[in-house]
């Protein structure tokens, strides 16, 4: 499975952006997906889950802000992103789980995308 992701870039803080990704077939229907960033020199951590059913996990750091969608019929899912922060600035990767259930675990997730840079400016 090969993910593509799009809808980074430079926004000033406040702003908002919407990031998607999309699998290449349609294997994604019955696993959980999510998204993870990694800033420089940091570790990739985790930002937001979607389960198979819809059910949805966030950071603490983005919770509020941020909003995961998923459409089964595009083999899509997307980041919502809305007042922004210099702190959120970081390379997005969205990955497809294993499982079904929405997780901030790393490890479970299997497949990933390339990333798309976000920058946030203050």
């Known amino acids: 499975v090969q993910l593509q992701a799009s809808g980074g870039g430079l926004v000033q803080a406040g702003g908002s952006l919407r990031l998607s990704c999309t699998a290449s077939r349609r294997t994604t229907s019955n696993n959980a997906l999510g998204w993870f960033r990694q800033a420089p020199g940091k570790e990739r951590e985790f930002v937001a889950s979607?389960?198979?059913?819809?059910?949805?996990t966030y950071a603490d750091s983005v919770k509020g802000r941020f909003s995961i969608s998923r459409d089964n019929a595009k083999n899509g899912v997307y980041l919502q992103m809305d007042r922004l922060e210099p702190e959120d600035t970081a390379v997005y990767y969205c990955g497809v789980s294993r499982y079904p259930v929405a997780t901030s675990r790393r490890e479970l997730y299997q497949y990933w995308g390339q990333g798309t840079q976000v920058t946030v400016s203050s």
């Open positions: 979607i389960g198979w059913k819809g059910a949805d």
